[in-house]
């Protein structure tokens, strides 16, 4: 199957620190790439979707400012996590689609502390 | 609102045991059916996947079965190992939006 690498796997913070999250397709191009949050034992939470050149569409509840979302080119989507705070602390799950099907990257652990 | 509807939250079986996940939708303009196999710590990982014009489709050990009529579908695990044990996402596409299930963890035990 496709490969979508997502980096780091996992990151420590501060409080009030940013981290960006990359998410690369490595051998297809991704016109839409998605964002997901899960918790522990919760299912997989649908942030945003990204699309290449313009700007994502949040889903209710996400906030635009707190988490930024850029897809610069077909195989690269960046989230953000501004202002971080320890309710932010998750697993994020960055996923690529190619024609129906969506490949997931590894996630991300950000923990902040 | 969760789209699709999955059971059970968990389940334990012994090994060479079949272990089934099922899930409900309501959504009769979704197009595609992922299965999705997740262990701790790491990303999910497509499975095997059906559209809705197809009844069951088989991929090694697992089996995908598909009610239109009955917007229902069902994840057989044939002849369970140790390793299988993780947690199962069923989902339906739209559009390239996927819904999740709740997901099920499922335990194989030796």
């Known amino acids: 199957g496709a490969v979508v690498s997502q980096h780091p796997s996992w990151v420590i913070c501060k409080s009030g620190t940013s981290v960006k999250i990359e998410c690369r397709s490595l051998?297809?191009?991704?016109?839409?790439m998605f964002w997901y949050r899960q918790f522990p034992k919760q299912s997989l939470m649908l942030m945003a979707t990204?699309?290449?050149?313009?700007?994502?569409?949040?889903e209710q509840g996400v906030e635009k400012d707190k988490f930024l979302i850029n897809h610069a080119s077909l195989t690269l989507s960046t989230l953000t996590v501004t202002s971080a705070h320890p309710e932010d602390s998750s697993f994020y799950i960055c996923?690529?689609?190619?024609?129906?099907?969506?490949?997931f990257g590894q996630g991300t652990r950000l923990t902040v502390v | 609102q969760q789209q699709v509807k999955q059971s059970p939250q968990s389940l334990i079986v012994q090994k060479g045991g079949i272990p089934i996940i099922n899930c409900a939708y309501e959504?009769?303009?979704?197009?595609?059916f992922p299965w999705y196999q997740q262990f701790p710590g790491k990303g999910p990982a497509l499975l095997i996947a059906?559209?809705?014009?197809?009844s069951e489709k088989k991929e090694g050990r697992f089996t995908i079965s598909f009610n239109k009529s009955a917007k229902q579908f069902s994840l057989h695990i044939m002849d369970s190992q140790p390793g299988d044990s993780a947690t199962y996402f069923c989902?339906?596409?739209?559009?390239?939006?996927?819904?999740f299930g709740a997901g099920t963890t499922v335990t194989v035990r030796a």
């Open positions: 959504n009769t303009a979704f197009d595609y």
């Open positions: 989902a339906a596409n739209l559009g390239y939006k996927l819904s």
């Open positions: 996923s690529a689609s190619s024609n129906t099907e969506a490949f």
């Open positions: 051998d297809f191009q991704a016109t839409t």
């Open positions: 990204s699309n290449e050149g313009s700007k994502a569409t949040y």
């Open positions: 059906i559209r809705p014009d197809v």
